[in-house]
């Protein structure tokens, strides 16, 4: 695969804090829920969520977006 740009580098990340961050909202605002239909809605969007940031994640590891070197 080619080296992504710097432009892109940044969309992804933005695009992996934007899903972290719904994540992690959606999951709070499911305690609140007390609607057993709305809970299942709520409960598949967070899957969905999870399998984004999960695909995003094996993305950066499959093409080495970032360099994991070692500090000298």
């Not at 580098?9 to 909202?25: C, H, N, Q, Y």
């Not at 809605?41 to 994991?68: D, P, Y």
């Amino acid at each position: 695969m080619r080296k992504l740009t710097e432009g892109e580098i940044l969309s992804l990340t933005g695009l992996l804090k934007m899903e972290k961050d719904g994540l992690a909202v959606s999951k709070a605002m499911q305690a609140l829920i007390t609607d057993e239909d709305l809970k299942k809605q709520a409960e598949s969007g967070i899957l969905a969520m999870e399998g984004r940031v999960k695909g995003m994640q094996q993305f950066i590891n499959e093409n080495q977006v970032t360099s994991t070197g070692e500090v000298q």
